[in-house]
């Protein structure tokens, strides 16, 4: 069964921090480079960070330095560490293999909202 479920949003204050959790099926998390996406109201989704089956990752440069994306292999599930959380970081947040299109299967995402 295809399967991704994200979870961790919230709504925190300018510079605060969040940790979302992704669960996924074998099918999509075994041998596949897993990242997280974001779409903010009334944007397209985009790419935030990827991290490859052997560790490596990237980040959009507007996350750098500021979140981490990690992979548990036993569990199948990817985490995003988010700090210092910025206004224009709300969004709903995605996890999917790396380079997903639109017509590939999402989950239902995770709401971040960054307020004071």
């Known amino acids: 069964q295809v399967q991704l479920v994200e979870s961790g949003g919230g709504l925190v204050q300018p510079g605060g921090s969040l940790r979302l959790s992704c669960t996924a099926s074998?099918?999509?998390?075994?041998?596949?480079?897993m990242g997280w996406y974001r779409q903010a109201p009334g944007k397209v989704r985009e790419w935030v960070a990827t991290?490859?089956?052997?560790?490596?990752?990237t980040y959009v440069d507007s996350v750098k330095d500021r979140f981490t994306i990690s992979r548990d292999s036993a569990k199948n599930t990817v985490a995003l560490q988010m700090n210092n959380l910025k206004p224009e970081d709300t969004a709903v947040y995605y996890c999917?293999?790396?380079?997903?299109?639109?017509?590939?299967?999402w989950g239902q995402g995770t709401q971040v909202t960054v307020s004071s």
């Open positions: 991290i490859e089956t052997g560790g490596w990752t």
């Open positions: 074998r099918s999509i998390f075994e041998g596949n480079n």
């Open positions: 999917n293999k790396e380079f997903a299109k639109s017509d590939d299967y």
